[in-house]
C-alpha cells in the first residue's frame, strides 16, 4: 500500500500524465467499416494467397471461398460473381473490405468488435516486428500526422514490457472514439488501450488502469430531475468527448464548466473510488443549473501530447475551456450570459486566465482548492508531508528540492537546463512560472468564489487560501468557504487527510452544492 500511495501522490502533483482510469461512456452509432481482410481472416484460420500478376487475393475459410481483385468492384464468392458498392482499395499493401461484406460471404460472424480487438492486436505485433510502415496504414489520417516512425520506434521500445494477459479484450466507446482494452500482466491491473476513431482507424494509444468499483451516485442528486446527453468539446486534433448535464425544463439554465485538476483526468475527474465532478454535475444540474465536463486532454490525446513535447498549461487545460463555452454559446436552453467557469486545483490555479482570456463569455469563476504559486513550488511541501506520515523517503524529498531550486533560480532556461536537471516538464513549469497569478487575480472585478478544505496537504490553506484573499481584497464580488473537515478533493474525514482517503466510497457534501448553488443564483 505504501507504494501504491507514494505512486498516486507522486503522480497527481507531478502531472506525469500516468495511469488514468477508464469510465465507459455511451458512444456514436457504428459504421460498416472496412478491414484488412488479412488480418481479419487469418486470425481465424482462414488461408489466403495472393496473386501478384493479377492483382487478386483469394481467400479460403472452411467450405467457402472469396476472390477479390484490387481496384475492382466485382468479387467472386464461392465462383459466382457479386458486385460491391465501391472498388476494392488497399492500405499498407493490404486489401481492404467492408466487414459486412466478409460475414456475408465467408460467414465469419465478425461484429466490429471483434475487428477492432484483432487489429489493435495486429498494430502492436507490427510495432513489435518494426514493420512501421504497416503500422502506419493503420493510423487516422490526423494521428499519422504525428506518429511518425520515430513515434513508433518509440513507443516499439515498451512492447517487449507490454505483455498481454489471457483475458478477453475489453471494449467501451465514447462521442470520439471506440476503444479496445487489452488486458495486461503487469500486476497493476492495467490496459493497453487502443482509441480507433468511428472509420476504423487508430487514432491514439496508451496505457489506462482499470476503474476500480466508484463510490454511489450522491443522495442528493435527483436523477429524475436532469438528462445526461453525450457531446463533443472542440474540433479538429483536439476534439473531445464529454457529458452536458441539463436540469429538466425549458430553461434558459446558468451553466458551470468544470476544469480539472492536473494528471490524465476523465470528465468525472475520477481519484481513486471519488468522483467529484460528477457529483457537481448531478447536484448542481438537480437544482436547475447545467454543467458541462470533459475528458480531459492529457487523457483523450496523450500520445499526441507526448510526441509534440512542450505542452504548457494552455495546451493541457485553458484551451479546452475555451472551447467548451463556444459549444455552450450554441446549446439549447442555455443562459448564455450566465457561463461560469469552475477549476479545482491546477484548475483553480487557471481560473484567473481563464476568465482574463474569455472575459466576454464568463459570468464569473469558482476556484475549487485551487493553488497560488507554480505547481513545483507545492511538490517539496507535498512530499515533506508524506515523508512525515511514512509515504515517502528522505531521499526522494532532497532529490525534489535540490530540482525545485534549480527551477526557482532567476536564470533558469528551458532551452538549456543546469546540470543536474532531470525533473523534466520544463516548458510546463516555464509557463508556470512565467504566469503571476495573483497579479491577475487582483485585476479581475467579475464575481469569485473560492472554496477551501482546510484538510488539504495539497493545497495550503495558510499560504494558498489566504493568498487568493490578498489578491482578491479589492473585488467586492468575492466570495471565501473554509471547510475545516474536507480534503483536496472536498470530501469528508477525520484527522491527517493522505491518499488513502480518496479510496472510501464517499461523496462531496451536500452543503458544498448549496454553496455554488446560492453563490450562481446571486448572479445577476
Known sequence: MKKIVLIFCITMVLNLMGVPAYAETAGAEQKDNSFPVRYLCESLGAKISWNAQHKTVTVNYRNKSLELRIGSKTIISNGKPKNLENEISTSGGRALLP???????????????????????????????????EAEALLSRIFSNYLTSDG???????????????????????????????????????????????????????ILGRQPEAAPAPEYASAGSFTETE??????????????????????????????????????????????????????????????????????????????????????????????????KTAKSIDNSRIITLGHSLGGYAVPRILATDGDTFKAGIIMNGFTRPQYELIPEYLEYLEGKGLASAGQLEYVKAQVDMLS??????????????????????YMKDY?????????????????????????????FNNWKKAFEQNINARFKLYPELNHLLTGGE??????????????????????????NKLE
Open 99 to 133: 466487414v459486412s461484406v466478409l460475414n456475408n460471404e465467408l460467414g465469419l460472424g465478425l461484429s466490429e468488435q471483434d475487428c477492432l480487438s484483432i487489429v489493435g492486436k495486429k498494430f502492436i505485433g507490427l510495432l513489435n516486428d518494426k514493420s512501421y510502415e
Open 152 to 206: 513508433m520506434e518509440y513507443l516499439a521500445e515498451g512492447i517487449p514490457q507490454l505483455q498481454p494477459a489471457d483475458e478477453n479484450t475489453e471494449y467501451w466507446q465514447d462521442s470520439l472514439h471506440q476503444i479496445i482494452g487489452i488486458p495486461l500482466k503487469d500486476g497493476q491491473n492495467t490496459y493497453y488501450a487502443i482509441r480507433f476513431d468511428h472509420e476504423g482507424k487508430i487514432d491514439e494509444l496508451g
Open 231 to 328: 457531446v463533443v468539446i472542440g474540433t479538429g486534433v483536439w476534439a473531445l468527448p464529454g457529458t452536458l448535464t441539463m436540469p429538466e425544463g425549458d430553461g434558459p439554465f446558468p451553466a458551470v464548466i468544470l476544469v480539472h485538476d492536473s494528471g490524465a483526468l476523465d470528465r468525472d475527474e475520477t481519484t481513486g473510488y471519488i468522483k467529484p465532478f460528477r457529483d457537481v454535475a448531478y447536484g448542481l444540474a438537480s437544482r436547475n443549473i447545467a454543467v458541462l465536463r470533459y475528458d480531459k486532454r492529457t487523457l483523450i490525446h496523450s500520445s499526441k501530447l507526448k510526441l509534440i513535447g512542450n505542452v504548457t498549461l494552455n495546451e493541457e487545460t485553458e484551451q479546452d475551456a475555451y472551447a467548451a463555452a463556444e459549444f455552450l
Open 409 to 430: 533560480s532567476p536564470g533558469f532556461n528551458p532551452k538549456k537546463p543546469p546540470e543536474g536537471y532531470t525533473m523534466g516538464n520544463l516548458h510546463y513549469y516555464s
Open 436 to 464: 503571476d497569478v495573483m497579479d491577475q487575480a487582483g485585476k479581475i472585478n467579475k464575481p469569485v468564489l473560492v472554496m477551501q478544505g482546510q484538510r488539504d496537504f495539497i493545497v495550503s490553506t495558510d499560504i494558498d
Open 495 to 520: 484527522g491527517d487527510s493522505t491518499p488513502q482517503e480518496y479510496y472510501s466510497k464517499t461523496n462531496i457534501p451536500e452543503y458544498v452544492i448549496d454553496d455554488i448553488v446560492d453563490f450562481i
